[in-house]
């Protein structure tokens, strides 16, 4: 049974960072390329974040290219979300996902999805 666990959600100040983390158990992590998400109450999900197999590659979208980051460990089946200078419009809640194919997890479609963790930025 697939597993995906997110953490290090909370409450901080714009201005500051915060590190998601995320552990997957259930599968055979180097063969899942990851992604991150965020989705406000009523909208549907976004796409901020995705590594490759092998964390070589990633993408991250212009709307949030100069303060997020993405990594991941391959020894520890975890993948990490880095936020820098957070808004007030980054909060919402975040979800870890896994997904077989690079072109599945980049348009959303990915096979395993996290419970989510919820991020409040205050202005």
């Known amino acids: 049974q697939v597993q995906i666990v997110e953490s290090g959600g909370g409450l901080v100040q714009a201005g500051e960072s915060l590190k998601l983390s995320c552990v997957i158990s259930g599968l055979k992590f180097d063969d899942y390329a990851l992604g991150w998400f965020r989705q406000a109450p009523g909208k549907g999900r976004q796409g901020v974040a995705f590594?490759?197999?092998?964390?070589?590659?990633?993408h991250v979208p212009d709307s949030v290219k100069d303060r997020f980051t993405i990594s991941r460990d391959n020894a520890k089946n975890m993948v990490y979300l880095h936020m820098n200078n957070l808004k007030p419009e980054d909060s919402d809640t975040y979800y870890c996902?896994?997904?077989?194919?690079?072109?599945?997890?980049?348009?959303?479609?990915?096979?395993?999805w996290g419970q989510g963790t919820q991020v409040t930025v205050s202005s």
């Open positions: 996902a896994a997904a077989r194919s690079w072109g599945a997890v980049v348009r959303g479609e990915p096979e395993y």
């Open positions: 590594i490759n197999y092998t964390g070589r590659s990633s």
